[in-house]
């Protein structure tokens, strides 16, 4: 279902811009929102920027919200959570429903899912002890990646290249909330250790991004700190491999039963294979984010995209 375009900004009423939360991501979200509220207000929406936490998400209606922008990243958020509370409400909403939130946000689960269904994505394991890690490294060799199954913006993430570097790299997947760990097989992507990307908004796959992160790979330093990360949208593949990924990242993210916006992430291995690693549902909206970057190479501004994302809470109205 497309979302329905309207040209007056009354037509969403009070719109609750949904930031902050209380994941690890919990600072790039109040960046995203910060930037989100600025817009909506700039093309005359009556936005509020509301830090939601856990005791004020069920008061919304209360509070005379007809709809809800939300860029709560990570736990909570992204999760189904917040999507759940939303439902109870009947508060309509930004971005995926429960099911696919949830599912995008286990990278175990989408990997399972895009596996069954066909679709390439690198060799994992799920990780409970040490000797897990230790045997997911026999099997995948050095280096591999190690990273919690359920955050994003590459909280807890480590290139292990030797087996000393094990212990270390569990504990910081791990985190102080015990959360799910797996392995996965490092895809080599050639000298310039190039990632890419592919945007989603209302069912259209957008250009892809090309990232060469300043670093051994996109981290959570390169993607919001730095300023040596390069990126290049449209990507300059050739036009086949574009239109080859941009058509299995949208293949991707309707597997999740993702709907809205989100964001896809892949590899390109040095024989240019494509390799799924994750779906972002509520993915940034900063100054560095790529969602906004992809919109622009499509000719439209920052103002716009926040305005379409938040159209699509207009379906069936």
């Not at 069954?116 to 897990?132: M, S, V």
């Not at 292990?160 to 570097?165: C, I, S, Y």
């Not at 709907?259 to 799924?276: K, N, S």
């Amino acid at each position: 279902m497309t979302r329905r375009r309207v040209s007056d900004p009354k037509a969403f009423g009070k719109v609750a811009v949904l930031l902050g939360g209380w994941s690890a991501e919990r600072e790039v979200s109040l960046w995203s929102g910060q930037a989100v509220h600025a817009a909506l207000l700039s093309r005359g929406v009556d936005a509020y920027a509301v830090d939601a936490q856990r005791d004020t998400l069920f008061g919304l209606r209360d509070e005379g919200f007809d709809r809800a922008f939300n860029i709560i990243h990570g736990t909570g958020g992204e999760d189904g959570t917040l999507q759940a509370v939303l439902e109870l409400i009947g508060l309509p909403y930004t971005g995926s429903r429960v099911l696919a939130s949830a599912l995008a946000m286990d990278k175990l689960r989408s990997k399972r899912m895009w596996k069954a269904e066909g679709l390439p994505t690198p060799d994992y394991f799920l990780i409970r002890t040490i000797d897990d890690l230790r045997q997911a490294a026999s099997a995948l060799g050095y280096p591999f990646i190690v990273k919690p199954s359920e955050e994003g913006s590459s909280v807890g993430i480590t290139k292990v290249k030797a087996a000393g570097e094990l212990d270390a790299a569990l504990a910081l997947a791990r985190g102080t909330t015990d959360r799910v760990v797996m392995a996965e097989r490092f895809i080599d992507s050639g000298a310039k250790k190039a990632e890419y990307t592919c945007a989603i908004l209302d069912g259209e796959a957008l250009p892809t991004i090309r990232i060469e992160p300043d670093g051994e790979f996109y981290d959570y330093h390169a993607k919001y700190i730095s300023n040596e990360t390069r990126y290049t949208c449209p990507s300059g593949l050739p036009d086949a491999l574009e239109a080859q990924a941009r058509e299995m990242c949208a293949q991707a993210f309707d597997l999740l039963g993702a709907r809205g916006w989100g964001r896809v992430d892949f590899l390109l291995d040095t024989q240019q294979r494509m390799w799924l690693l994750e779906a972002n549902l509520v993915p940034g909206m900063t100054s560095h984010s790529l969602v906004p970057m992809a919109a622009r190479a499509k000719g439209m501004g920052f103002e716009d995209l926040c305005w379409a994302i938040l159209e699509t809470t207009l379906e069936g109205a």
